[in-house]
DNA sequence: TTATCTGCAAACATTTTGCAGCGAG
DNA sequence: CTCGCTGCAAAATGTTTGCAGATAA
């Protein structure tokens, strides 16, 4: 079993406070400046094992970088980024987590996850058109 | 501009040849598998151009390796993948399509392309828990 | 010809791992 | 006391880049 250390606690706080997705290195240097004494490795496996007993979630940036944000059971959203300015809006979409939900059950599955992402070209953007 | 080397038309052959995603180094193995002489470099700068291009699409694996794949156009569907197993099957949600162009409409955005990954266990495995 | 592309290997960034010592239980 | 956790630095991965030579146009 885990053994509550002062530098596990420090990263369960920190996540705490914190709402958006954040990578290892930017939360390992937060708990830097915060004075928290930690190595970057104790922050990877400490996030590791969170993620791994669903306390957290995962996600990858554009780039590559796993991303971290505690785990919010419910009251999802998701995005929708312009690929010209890169300009986001969150959305909401009940008719999405329902279709995802019905779309499982249709083939037998269950506990359905989902991962959307709308990319577009924002009002702005269309037009500016050069 | 692009020159059309014999290294770029067998990497976009080859794409044209599969339809699901593969990585950078996949696709590399199976252009020397098919006696191409390519670099890694080579195929790693060929999909960056044509993702610039438009020509592909990339997104991310859960481990943080890029995928491409040639660009549909339209008429795509999506999957469903048992985190178990990994069975997947083949969805079709008119439902979603509609719902992304209206939330992208809605917001002003145009030209909306969406991902949509759905994961979840699968009858077999549901069954099976041992 | 000549600017672009290629291949190689070295450079990079992120994440993982080996190991000696620390410390929670 | 013990065994898991930590920190460091070294290793592993996936991707990018510098450079000299090949090559499409």
């Known amino acids: 079993m885990q053994r509550m250390t002062r530098q596990r606690s420090a990263v369960?706080?920190?996540?705490?406070?914190l709402?958006?997705?954040?990578?290892?290195?930017?939360?390992?240097?937060?708990?830097?400046?915060?004075?928290?004494?930690?190595?970057?490795?104790?922050v990877y496996r400490t996030l590791q094992s969170l993620a791994d007993g669903g306390e957290i979630d995962v996600l990858r940036s554009e780039d590559g970088e796993a991303l971290y944000r505690?785990?919010?059971?419910?009251?999802?959203?998701h995005h929708l980024v312009c690929?010209?300015?890169?300009?986001?809006?969150?959305?909401?979409?009940?008719?999405?987590?329902?279709?995802?939900?019905?779309?499982?059950?249709?083939?037998?599955?269950?506990?359905?996850e989902h991962t959307i992402e709308l990319t577009g070209t924002c009002a702005t953007c269309t037009g500016t058109e050069t």
Chains 1, 2 share one sequence.
Not at 24 to 33: D, N, P, S, V
Not at 84 to 94: K, L, Q, Y
């Open 70 to 77: 505690r785990c919010e059971r419910q009251e999802h959203h």
């Open 19 to 42: 709402d958006d997705f954040r990578s290892a290195q930017q939360l390992h240097e937060l708990l830097r400046a915060q004075g928290q004494g930690i190595g970057l490795a104790t």
């Open 83 to 112: 690929r010209r300015c890169g300009a986001t809006v969150e959305i909401d979409g009940p008719s999405v987590e329902t279709w995802a939900a019905q779309v499982g059950a249709q083939h037998g599955f269950a506990d359905i």
């Open 12 to 17: 369960t706080e920190l996540l705490a406070d």
